[in-house]
């Protein structure tokens, strides 16, 4: 049974950073696409970043290139995002999903396995 638990959302002041953990069980890192999406109340589900371990593809949204930094520790199956100079637009859940495949998609239909989200504010 695949489970994937998120990790790491609080509150924090603007320009701050914060750490989200993702671990995933039931699957391996070295055979999905793991990707961060994020959803603020009243939005639709936005990708945010995705990485595969394997095939070394990436992907960040435009919104956050250059602040986020995803990695990934494939003997632990743990998937990071590292978020800096934080914003409050980048106030929203985030969640953690996994995609049997060796390259990312910012389509949240192509994941079909989710966490229940960490919730990240930003507020002064």
């Known amino acids: 049974q695949v489970q994937i638990v998120e990790s790491g959302g609080d509150l924090v002041q603007p320009g701050g950073s914060l750490r989200l953990s993702c671990v995933a069980s039931g699957l391996s890192l070295r055979y999905y696409a793991m990707g961060w999406f994020r959803q603020a109340p009243g939005k639709e589900r936005e990708a945010v970043s995705c990485m595969s371990s394997t095939s070394g593809d990436q992907y960040y949204s435009d919104l956050v290139k250059g602040r986020f930094t995803i990695s990934t520790d494939v003997a632990k199956n743990t998937v990071n995002l590292q978020m800096t100079n934080l914003q409050p637009e980048d106030t929203a859940r985030y969640f953690c999903?996994?995609?049997?495949?060796?390259?990312?998609?910012?389509?949240?239909?192509?994941?079909?396995?989710w966490g229940q989200g960490t919730q990240v504010t930003v507020s002064s």
């Open positions: 999903a996994a995609r049997p495949f060796y390259v990312c998609s910012n389509v949240s239909n192509q994941y079909g396995f």
